[in-house]
């Protein structure tokens, strides 16, 4: 799995050019709008980066699935966390061989809503290629035969990404 951060920088430049007729306009100081894009791509490594590193994730799952039938929901603890105290955790529902898995909401309700929020949260799940609704829930729907707890990791990771990109917003306005 890879991880990308981007963060845009908007400046402005100024100028003239000399040896031009005085009435053209580029003779006069004149302005240029500018942004440019920081990118960095890299693995993600280190504790919590895939199912092999979730014990006590897939141990849950598994526990929750043992007492499902055709339908069944259990709320898992992540080792993410927004901030101390505050644990990333994932609502996984089972309906039929379908399932759902979402933050419940929490990345937005703990960093709040600025103007821009679900542009901003749109862009943070991109890299997990995952969803996020107008309620701020982000979210993914699965099938029977998916690596459930991959999918809960991703979700919990995109929820981490959307509380720093509000936050990040926020701060910026």
Same mark, same amino acid.
């Given at each position: 799995?890879?991880?990308?951060?981007?963060?845009?920088?908007?400046? !402005? #430049? @100024?100028?003239?050019?000399?040896?031009?007729?005085?009435?053209?306009?580029?003779?006069?100081?004149?302005?240029?709008?500018?942004?440019?894009?920081?990118?960095?791509?890299?693995?993600? !490594?280190?504790?919590? +980066?895939? @199912?092999?590193?979730? %014990?006590?994730? $897939?141990?849950?799952? $598994? #526990? @929750?699935?043992?007492?499902?039938?055709?339908?069944?929901? @259990?709320?898992? *603890? +992540? &080792?993410?966390?927004?901030?101390?105290?505050? %644990?990333?955790?994932?609502?996984?529902?089972?309906?039929? %061989?379908?399932? *759902?898995?979402? &933050?419940?909401?929490?990345?937005?309700?703990? #960093?709040?809503? %600025?103007?821009?929020?679900?542009?901003? $949260?749109?862009?943070?799940?991109?890299?997990?290629?995952?969803?996020?609704?107008?309620?701020?829930?982000?979210?993914?729907? $699965?099938?029977?035969?998916?690596?459930?707890?991959?999918?809960?990791?991703?979700? #919990? *990771? =995109? !929820?981490?990404?959307?509380?720093? =990109?509000?936050?990040?917003?926020?701060?910026?306005?």
């Amino acid at each position: 799995m890879t991880f990308t951060i981007s963060k845009d920088f908007e400046f !402005s #430049a @100024a100028h003239h050019l000399e040896g031009l007729d005085p009435e053209h306009p580029c003779s006069r100081v004149h302005g240029h709008n500018y942004v440019v894009r920081l990118e960095l791509t890299g693995p993600v !490594s280190g504790p919590g +980066t895939g @199912a092999t590193d979730q %014990p006590g994730l $897939a141990a849950a799952l $598994a #526990a @929750a699935r043992a007492t499902w039938g055709e339908h069944g929901e @259990a709320l898992l *603890d +992540t &080792d993410r966390r927004y901030t101390p105290g505050r %644990p990333v955790r994932v609502l996984i529902r089972k309906r039929g %061989p379908r399932y *759902d898995l979402d &933050d419940r909401g929490e990345a937005v309700r703990l #960093a709040g809503a %600025p103007d821009g929020w679900l542009v901003a $949260a749109q862009r943070a799940v991109e890299a997990e290629s995952l969803n996020v609704n107008r309620r701020g829930v982000v979210f993914v729907p $699965a099938v029977e035969g998916r690596d459930l707890v991959r999918l809960a990791c991703r979700v #919990a *990771d =995109a !929820s981490l990404a959307v509380h720093a =990109a509000l936050l990040e917003l926020d701060r910026e306005r």
